[in-house]
């Protein structure tokens, strides 16, 4: 059976520098086959513009690969009223917020993110949270 997991812009970033244990968690995530990936256009806003404006070829290419096979989710304007409520409700930080309703609204079966899990997202009971931290 495979997971729908959505993984948060720090998965990725974790992934691709792999300096800690964190980023060695990121990449035994990425490299476990029961996983089907789940990323969204707020992760791709949170990783791809500074890359490329810094002409970070790697980083661009580790990054490519991976929305390459994961399941892309479009942010639509229901979706963001949604984490604007959750924000409230929660005490979310704006883009986290973005991440956790995208997430919701595909039915993802959990969330993976760098934050600690003393973080308000982790408010969030609707969603299996998990951090690599």
């Known amino acids: ?15 691709f520098s792999a300096n800690d244990a964190a980023g060695l968690r990121a990449l035994q995530i990425l490299d476990d ?5 789940v990323v969204s256009d707020a992760v791709r ?4 513009p500074k890359a490329i404006y810094e002409k970070q070829q790697d980083e ?6 991976i929305f390459a096979q994961a399941e892309h989710l479009k942010w639509h304007t229901d979706t963001l009223y949604h984490a604007h409520d959750m924000a409230e409700t929660h005490g979310i930080a704006a883009m986290d917020a973005i991440h956790i309703a995208i997430a919701l609204d595909a ?3 959990e969330f ?6 003393t973080k308000p997202m982790f408010r969030v009971t609707e969603l299996r949270m ?4």
């Open 1 to 15: 059976m495979n997971v729908r997991t959505y993984l948060d812009s720090g998965v990725l970033m974790a992934a």
């Open 33 to 37: 086959m029961d996983r089907v990936f």
């Open 45 to 48: 806003l949170e990783v791809m």
């Open 60 to 65: 661009i290419d580790f990054y490519e690969v």
């Open 107 to 109: 039915g993802v079966d």
């Open 112 to 117: 993976v993110t760098t934050e600690k899990s």
């Open 130 to 133: 998990q951090s690599i931290r």
